[in-house]
């Protein structure tokens, strides 16, 4: 009932900035959280950052706070991930995520749908 499509993913050099989006459609309720996932090679998929619609409360994984920022769009439909002072460990696969549940989880068990994710590489 709801597809997710991620954009923006590119190759950058360390310390640089970038800017991924989900446009999100379909059937979203609303009161729903957005968020974002990422997953390096032979790594385990890391929590990184999720917004809520009802309050616009969010929360951020701890290697991200400070860098990263998640916003939306006027219609709400779709999210951005606003990527600062990359590093070469933030090389991953990003995707993002939609749930129905109250609360900022940081579990892609809190999650009900998923994009396809897109390749952000920072070179050192």
């Known amino acids: 009932q709801v597809t997710l499509v991620e954009s923006g993913g590119r190759l950058v050099r360390a310390g640089d900035s970038l800017r991924l989006s989900c446009a999100a459609s379909?059937?979203?309720?609303?009161?729903?959280?957005r968020a974002w996932f990422r997953q390096a090679p032979g790594k385990e998929r890391e929590f990184v950052a999720a917004?809520?619609?009802?309050?616009?409360?969010?929360g951020y994984g701890d290697s991200v706070k400070g860098r990263f920022t998640i916003s939306r769009d006027n219609a709400n439909n779709t999210v951005y991930l606003q990527m600062n002072s990359l590093k070469p460990e933030d090389t991953a696969v990003y995707y993002c995520?939609?749930?129905?549940?109250?609360?900022?989880?940081?579990?892609?068990?809190?999650?009900?749908?998923w994009g396809q994710g897109t390749q952000v590489t920072v070179s050192s």
């Open positions: 379909g059937r979203i309720f609303r009161s729903y959280v």
């Open positions: 917004l809520r619609r009802s309050d616009g409360g969010t």
């Open positions: 995520a939609v749930g129905h549940a109250s609360s900022l989880s940081r579990s892609s068990r809190g999650y009900d749908y």
